[in-house]
């Protein structure tokens, strides 16, 4: 099946600082990938959604200076917290979608196995 | 707009017993609709989908859920509960007439079981 990863897979960072998590399609190329934030015992929230070689769409809400989101590939989309504060500690989901090829599921979504970010 | 309703942040069943989660959506578009698990600092895995073909779904561990127009829902269900059963579970609903487009996540209802 489609296979996403994500790395790391936990982080623990002092407050000032800037960590980047990858997100990546391992078998297929993913022309949608889409980051979420999950807080504890809560839902996903969706953060932004970007697609292969352009600027990412943000949802309302979202600070796009503090998330930034690249996906320079087909099969690699990164997110960077910039000057992270405690506020940021969550847990980040990625998901990948493919627009075509043989993991072509209409609007099915292949799920990272998520970041656990600290910030202290 | 779309949106999910999970009813119930919490389900606790016994081992054995049936397991049965409610969904309702809304949506101003035919839309299709999915089921996932997320198991403790894990991501999400797929349960079964709906997108168009029988009202009936059948998907993995045993699980099924049924698409029901008339009543907006697509409650969960498992005849017989594991105790490996115990996890999150999440509703959602995307847009089927886009290519990629935005899942709208419910809630999330926890599942428990009892020995």
């Known amino acids: 099946g489609a296979v996403v990863s994500q790395h790391p897979s936990w982080v623990i960072c002092k407050s000032g600082t800037s960590v980047k998590i990858e997100c990546r399609s391992l078998?297929?190329?993913?022309?949608?990938m889409f980051w979420y934030r999950q807080f504890p015992k809560q839902s996903l929230m969706l953060m932004a959604t970007s697609n292969e070689g352009s600027k990412a769409t943000y949802e309302q809400g979202v600070e796009k200076d503090k998330f930034l989101i690249n996906h320079a590939s087909l099969t690699l989309s990164t997110l960077t917290v910039t000057s992270a504060h405690p506020e940021d500690s969550s847990f980040y989901i990625c998901?990948?979608?493919?627009?075509?090829?043989?993991?072509?599921?209409?609007?099915?979504?292949?799920f990272g196995p998520g970041t656990r970010l600290t910030v202290l | 707009a779309q949106s999910v309703t999970q009813l119930g942040s919490h389900v606790s069943v016994s081992e054995g017993a049936l397991v049965l989660l409610r969904c309702n959506y809304s949506s101003s578009v035919p839309p299709y609709l999915f089921w996932y698990v997320q198991y403790p600092n894990q991501g999400l895995q797929l349960l079964l989908k709906?997108?168009?073909?029988?009202?009936l779904v059948k998907g993995i561990n045993g699980f099924e859920a049924e698409f029901k127009k008339s009543e907006t829902s697509f409650h969960l269900t498992k005849p017989s509960a594991h105790m490996s059963d115990a996890a999150e579970y999440f509703c959602a609903v995307s847009d089927r007439y886009s290519s990629a487009s935005k899942i709208i996540f419910g809630s999330g209802t926890r599942l428990s079981i009892r020995p």
């Open positions: 998901s990948a979608s493919s627009a075509g090829g043989r993991h072509r599921v209409v609007n099915e979504q292949f």
């Open positions: 709906y997108t168009s073909a029988a009202t």
């Open positions: 078998d297929f190329q993913a022309t949608t």
